[in-house]
């Protein structure tokens, strides 16, 4: 419990004391002219109020992973927490301001744009492609599991028996209701569903979590284990070490490339610059603290860290089943039915954003106004049928493996671009650089060591070729920067 609580107010005072360290350091301009108050468009570019903001970020942001991610991490043991608390507060939370920053003095800027601003035409290329599979990957997760939760608890039986491949005609429904929604959200003005629903949304999300809080602690069911130790908890700790595994699992409650994706949307909506740190550093914090919740419950609720592990296997890796789980138990039914609620607003909160994002990229990239609805259609249509290709097409837990990857790849490249940011502004370059190199390790070792790529025996090896592969990223990018430095002074 100690541990916990530890971890839980070390979150809560980072958004009062590095958050406004961070503030500084990008000199935020209260009197700066924001991209809405510039470039009102009634569909993207639209003002909104800060508390409203607050909440759509955290819902665009949040998703499963904080839940999901955090129940199967905990899997790890009390090690998770540490994970969780620094990432969140030095990587994760530093990683959505500064890239969300960036963002707004851009004009709300997507973030391939970003990357080619700052690190070149054939990374930007790169990041167009990328990041736009990512976001229909992410749709295509936040697709599936929430029409799979919501099938568990329904009961239909002449819908559940009639089978369409490996889904039942119930499933097929639910996908469809859960897509029209997507399709709508994704083409319809900011202002008309997303900001008017997400904030009840957001507020769900933080009533669910406080919730599972209140049972943590006044309870007396639960016992949280504490970190005497950095051993790996894990079933398979050979198969699955917490470098680079753990920190690709436990992503969305740490640091996370997608919502660098996420923050130009609201960076389009924002009156001031002064409201950064609570849009993004602070919706960030707000996410690691409901990480850990969940990670802390998954850790006592069957007992201990190993009984945790033995529920894995016996659901099967099935995260939703396992929330589904815990909230009966806990909460009762009828509180349950709320948080299963909560979950399902989550996935799809950041699922059709996912695709709406994913429309603006390919907007900005091939220079197509997006007043017009037949040309928000135009780019829609095919980011849909693939998101469907990929549900049909893959397993959930080979889905949210590689989901796991791009996302933390992607996080690497937006702290690559955080670190020439902050080299030009000739201030804060190790803010950026630690966080960097440790996100491009993981990534790099990850290919090497992960059973879904390379799965190498020889992990010593594997280690050691992640290590040559970020050390050769540095060297490039110590090159780059030197090569801007000498161009800024010819």
Known sequence: MITFLVCLALLVGAYFTYGRYLERLVRIDPQAPTPCQRLYDGVDYVPLPRWRIFLIQLLNIAGLGPIFGAVLGAAYGPVAFLWITLGGIFMGAMHDFVAGVI??????????????????????????????????????????????????????????????????????????IILLYYIAATLLPVDKIIGRIYPIFGLALLFMALGILCVLLFSGRYTIPELTSLRNCIADARDFPIVPMLFTTIACGAISGFHATQSPLMARCMRNERESRSVFYGAMISESIVALIWAAIGMSFWGDVAGLNAAIAEYGGSAAVMIDVIARETLGPVLAGFVIFGVVACAITSGDTAFRSARLIVSDFLGLEQRSLRKRIYISIPLFGLGLLIIFGLQFQVMWSYFAWMNQTLAAVTLWVIVVYFYRQRRGLMVGLLPALIMTYVCASYVFVSPLMFGMEHRTAAYLLGGAVTLLILLAMIFKLRRDHAQSLS
């Open 103 to 176: 963002s707004l003095r851009r004009n709300g800027e997507s973030l391939p744009e970003t990357v080619g601003h700052y690190l070149g035409r054939g990374p930007q290329l790169f990041m167009r492609l990328f990041s736009v599979g990512l976001m229909v990957l992410v749709g295509a997760v936040f697709l599936s599991q929430p029409a799979e939760l919501i099938v568990n608890r329904l009961h239909v039986p002449s819908l559940e028996g009639v089978a369409f491949g490996n889904f039942s005609w119930l499933m097929l429904l639910v996908l469809g």
